[in-house]
């Protein structure tokens, strides 16, 4: 069985466990007050082009996501998502368990524009007797494999500023949407267009790790303190610095997310080929191709994925994810598959 | 510089690193149910002798102790704690951020018992315009080195049951606790004597993870949903698993925690030829002598390690902390540096 | 400028304030121990049929709310509530700021049914990457001004009890739902049907004032901790208590509501002779006419209410409230100027 | 049997039920927008001698001190307070339970000073691993009957100004505490040193109502979010405005607050004459009299008060409390049962 039901079955890239044993005995504080960590918080740095940035690494995206809106908000405040949004879709009421609600948009594509959130500043206007929408969440590559232009994410941007909200993006398969052969927009783009993003390292061949990039520092000067209470400051900081140095001191970062993509394609051109459609318009590591439910029975007993939503009586969309460490064998074999009745 | 200012100085036993290379392309189910996480819980559950246990694997203490505390009380319970406590004492508010008071009691030892918790209840006793408290918190080894007896661990752990008590114990270092010369409590003693408790591994050997275990599973059986929701559930479950994989399926977890406490001594034995006295009487890898500012002064040019307190004006107590990964060549250097003058 | 615009604007039925008088030096214990409190709480029970109720009195109904649901949830559940509930559309995110998240359902008549309920379930049930829907609240009248009949609640009271769903019923404005035209259930059904309700005081002639019945006291046996810890306990319960004291001892709690609802049905029956229809289908104090913009514009000179929202260019819904101390002739004085060109 | 047990034993002063009944037909907006309100508001603005002051008017002390306490601090942020403060020793956690640590100071008064803020801000240094004290919080007069004088409240300022601490004045008691004998406070001197402040009503006269004080009303400009939020935010606002525009529309905050403390100094003389000492130094409506066993025992079944605690073998200390509501008579009853034998 090979799976394709996500993009973190298998361990970390080999370049990073090679860099692991290197350091392993190489002493260190703790804490994230390691070297590794330094080092690899000076090339972010430049690679999103702003010297100012301040940047933590934790160990995953749901952590990453309550820790910045929870600190970000006030009270009172509330976080506007798309209702596919990882936070309101996976995260077991991670934001609510901090006292903040999710005030949902329904999207066809998974992504927020100014006009829905104009809908909701209008339907969140009774003060005090309503919650005071304050943040936008958004996900690039969304958790439907869909991608922000740089328009788009410019006139957000220039939307939520104007009307004092604060943009949030979740990076977690960021790597794939920016080097999607639609995208045009680069880590800097994304850096200054946004008050806070992450970039994700676990679907992205790290073992763990996420690093959360402060683009305005003086948002949180003190967010140290809320990593160590919460319970996401690492005593060994080392293991997430030694990763995410090695994806950033060259182009690893990308290269990986480059490969999952370039698997996906391929499963998705063989897939039009046959005919098929699709439930989204991905050119990232996330295809949800509609098919035939004898093929889909069929293709289940050789690979794993997910079963997405049933479209009609005979067919349903089904989940296809590839990775930096999918194998373009599987690939090919899984194209095979598709033609044999 | 070497250093002596904490156990988590290094990277991981290298045979985790090499057993985190061997399995690292192997497909996985993700989120903890991957086949070594359950591997690792059924020797566990061996171990602690208890077939019915829960156990989960997390990052890091601080998150173990929010999680567990945070689950168990409701809204108007406390926990008791030893004012050296972990919780108490270094973890930035954690369990006050659940929702939570850490009641405190003052002690030499750094441990808890009967008549300290009797006193507690009495003054927590005006319902309802106090907290009640409902869990008693202590660390094995505690926080300043020392260790409960298998005599005062039962007398706690019956104090508490006919006082509708839970008893947690934080064992962020219990292979050094229960490889100190001194002590006669067993793995599956802790297990049996209290509601839940926890075996280090961030610092003893692992990159990072600790393993709760549930003694009493009906106490928290929806646990699952609670890592998520807090972050604490890393997608990648396997690089736990692995860990504590490796940590268990032979005595290594026992073997690092020895290697620690026998360069302890070495020192401490060292230290009291020399005619030190000592702040608390630890036999396991965190020792607290108390030596003259000046030789201080000298040391702490090769050695890095925490000083403790202020003893008088010519004295102070340091804290000097062995691992699983201490060189014993150091441990021989700092020897004879004591004797230079 | 007479005020249509909700029932509060007032302060209380003078039968109300002439027993405060009364009492006014009578030395009692603080913190609820009074002894109206007692006998208040000994009338409520009879009245529910239930001498093994648990009964609190609080300040509001905001206050009531969160207080219910963040003591009988754990952190991961979650309360289902249509759109329109009062938890969802007006309470400042209070039930999220208890950690929860609110599942809403779309309705046309603010009710929830099983179906509603049972497409929530299924939509929740990726275990442990979702909250676990645990309560169902619902408010009788509704925020729309309808009732449930007592086929209804019971189906929704069976399917809660055998989906392991708590049922919560915000009885702000009970008294006008039980002496609605259309109604047929008794206070002693409510109690019987739901786990916990409360009886609201504020909006039926109290000064403030909600009672909190749970219909199986082992739901929340310490909950007096938690009104202290929320601040929720009055030092000087005897306020709730005497108020609560004088609507029970006779009927006047259910007198104050028929009024209400007489006042609304009057206003109603002339609207419909008029020709208006209406946004809601309400026999409660609550309605909702829909009216040329025109008219809205003359009768907003005179009276003050709510526009409740657009449903053409030419026409508006108002929402008209009265209330226990609503007076007939500010009642037939609108009738008229309906006529009036 | 007398209640000599608290300040809130009775119900309010005749005149604000009075005006209570005056007013209760006039109709009014809700949620704090009355006219009584704002007037009350117009009233105490004058008092504290700054027209910028945001005042909010509020049910109970907890609820006062968790609603300023959470707004004012981040999420890793801790209030300093002595250890008899009420925050800590009874309010149920309360202030835990919104996330925030109470950093207690011992003392023999009641009163906290810079000394003892100093020790506690070096204990709280190792940033990131410990909460940052951000805020002083006083009782004026303290839960122990003393008072702050004006030196003393000024060089507390002065300190918290300095060392960026925001100084927090629970004046539940503040009547008392402003028109003891030994007082040389302002209303406006502690409007002036403090960022915030209330001014009691529930233990003053008032059915209840505390009225909060932002100084600096920067500080929390969005409060009217969180008073709805934590269910706070009365539907009648009008109760609390009504009573307090009787209080501070004359002098008869100040009257009440000069009855109480009278009626105790009466009681303290006689029993000083009776060369009976004081555990406390109080002048105010709070007295702490030693008394052999055997007269407590005999006082006992004529009035109701609370043993405070056992000073040796043949001694305790009560705690008498007088209101402005105190009977004289029952003063001179009391006083005349000391002498019989």
């Known amino acids: 069985m090979y799976n394709f039901k996500n993009d973190y079955s298998e361990g970390a890239h080999p370049s990073i466990l090679k860099r692991l044993m290197e350091t392993n005995l190489v002493q260190q504080q703790g804490y994230g007050e390691d070297e590794y960590s330094a080092k690899a918080k000076e090339f972010i740095k430049q690679r999103v082009n ?18 910045v809106i929870s600190t970000l908000l006030k009270a009172h405040e509330a976080v506007i998502s798309a209702r596919t949004g990882h936070i309101f879709s996976h995260e077991t009421g991670a934001i609510e368990a901090t006292g903040h609600r999710v005030i949902t948009i329904d999207t066809s ?4 524009g100014p006009l ?13 007797h309503v919650v005071k929408p304050k943040m936008v ?5 969304t958790e439907i494999g869909t991608i922000y232009g740089k328009d788009e994410l410019a006139a957000l941007a220039e939307f939520c500023e104007s009307h004092d909200l604060l943009l949030f993006l979740d990076g977690a398969r960021l790597a794939q949407a920016l080097t999607a052969e639609n995208n045009d927009l680069t880590l800097a783009d994304v850096a200054r267009l946004t008050d806070v993003f992450y970039i994700g390292g676990t679907k992205n061949g790290a073992l763990l790790g996420e690093a959360i990039v402060f683009n305005k520092p003086d948002l949180a000067p003190e967010f140290d303190y809320v990593l160590k209470q919460k319970g996401a400051l690492l005593a060994k900081g080392r293991v997430l610095g030694i990763q995410f140095l090695e994806l950033f001191k060259d182009d690893l970062y990308f290269e990986l ?7 996906a394609m391929k499963l998705s051109v063989a897939l039009k080929k046959k005919g098929y459609s699709f439930l989204t318009d991905s050119m990232t590591n996330q295809i949800f191709p509609i098919l035939p439910n004898e093929l889909i029975a069929r293709l289940s007993k050789k690979y794993l994925f997910y079963e997405w939503c049933v479209i009609d009586d005979g067919h349903s969309a089904i989940r296809l994810i590839t990775s930096w460490s999918t194998d373009e064998k599987a690939v090919d074999r899984f194209i095979e598959d598709l033609s044999i009745s």
């Open 257 to 263: 997310g480059r490969h999952a993509n370039r698997m």
């Open 137 to 141: 969440y958004i996900s690039n590559s």
């Open 109 to 112: 594509d998974g992504k927020i």
């Open 50 to 67: 702003n010297p100012e940035a301040s940047i933590y690494f934790v160990s995953g995206g749901t952590q990453t996501n309550l820790l």
């Open 116 to 128: 829905g959130i104009e809908k909701v500043l209008s339907e969140y206007s009774l003060r005090p």
